[in-house]
């Protein structure tokens, strides 16, 4: 399993800046909301915690083909079906080198995008730990959607419209956090629901995820 | 048969309308597609 | 005779080409008696000549919950017991309940204008639809994008699955994230807000009506869902020859 992941971690920084990208994305989205809304620190610090959120959401469904198809093209895949390793645990690993390298980044340079669209101080805490606890689960259905349309040759923008319907609980409850704590009250609440979708999710999708895969290496 | 409708004559009449619409073009759009099919399928069977 | 026999596609043509003409009278006869029904109600004193637009929307948005069930259902039955009858019917109804949950939407909308003073208001319910049809678009991408049929049927099934506790999810998260102007459900048991019966008759009638209109529409679709497996399988044999 960590060779694995380690393999996997390796092709993503290899194949052109897996870390980098994701983060470029997002500086993108957080640069061009300004724009389009103007200004205003008021109106921005308000709309923050939506558009930190979105903004995590797009950069995580924009790598997300790349989980499987790579795999799929080479054959690794099949590979990987008839490893000893449980397709199951091969889901689960690959979700999470794609969360190391879309997922953590955007965790960990949250706060700097929280001060560039005004994000008061009180609330940086909560956007954190909410990316934190939420990004895994996005990309785990992720790796759902990847592995439903891994056989199409155009699954780019189907994919995203089976995934980002699936996204609707965890930002819902992740940028009530930050929301919350942005008004100085205590986003606990949401955070503790957010951390249940999490785990239930990691705990139940890759049984999904690897059946849908077993499907299309029929 | 006519309805006073009042000052809700707009809305009433347009939410009827699209639902009206939208319900006669699924069953015009299935009942297309059924005949559609069944030609296919006795093309088929002829040659077959 | 077990209900199983109906998973057989011959053994289904056959019943349901029987059933088929019943099933479309009813549907043709109470659909019309009931939305006539209702348009013939009386005004409600507060909510006046709107009250008509219930007729439709109530039982639309029943039906939009029912199908996404009844196509839960039936992918479970394809994924347990593998019958193609089932895969079928649930690939025929997700365009009726994307439909469905259309109507109830866009009455919705124009129904709200003159009682809320607005067309749309991100409200639980309304949201909650929003995201349902969402569901409904992408399952019915989803079998429109995989070639093989078996496939198509396998990974379907499992997004309806997965989509049903994420939609089932989105209901709570919503109501969460935003307390709505949106009454709640029209015929609920408990007392309190009861409908009056001027309106609970015709209601009833035009969700029957609903109801068997999508029968006919699921009988007929199925129908040509088999037939076009048919050829498909005819002209492959064709060409193999």
Known sequence: MIALLMRDLRLATRAGGGFGLGLAFFLIVCTLVPFGVGPQGGTLALIAPGILWVGALLACLLSLDRIFALDWEDGSLDLLATAPLPLEGAVLVKAAAHWITTGLPLVAAAPVFGILLHLPGAAQPWLVAALALGTPALSMLGAFGAALTVGLRRGGLLMSLLVLPLYVPTLIFGAEAVRRGAAGGDGTTPLVLLAGITMAVLAAIPFAAAGALRVNLR | ?48 | MSIWEYANPVKFMRTSGAVLPWVAAAAAVSLPAGLLWGWLTPEDYKQGATVKIMFLHVPAAMMAINIWVMMLVASLIWLVRRHHVSALAARAAAPIGAVMTLVALVTGAVWGQPMWGTWWEWDPRLTSFLILFLFYLGYMALWGAVENPDSAADLTGVLCLVGSVFALLSRYAVNFWNQGLHQGASLSIAPGERMSAVYKYPLYLCMAGFFLLFLTLLLLRTRTEIRRRRTAALLAREVRA
Not at chain 2, 1 to 13: D, I, K, N, Q, T
Not at chain 2, 20 to 47: K, M, P, S, W, Y
């Open chain 2, 1 to 48: 048969m006519m309805v006073e409708l009042g000052r809700y004559a707009v809305p009433v009449l347009t939410a009827w309308g699209i639902s009206a619409a939208l319900i006669v073009g699924l069953i015009v759009q299935t009942l297309a597609a059924g005949a559609r099919a069944r030609r296919a399928l006795e093309e088929v069977e002829r040659r077959g």
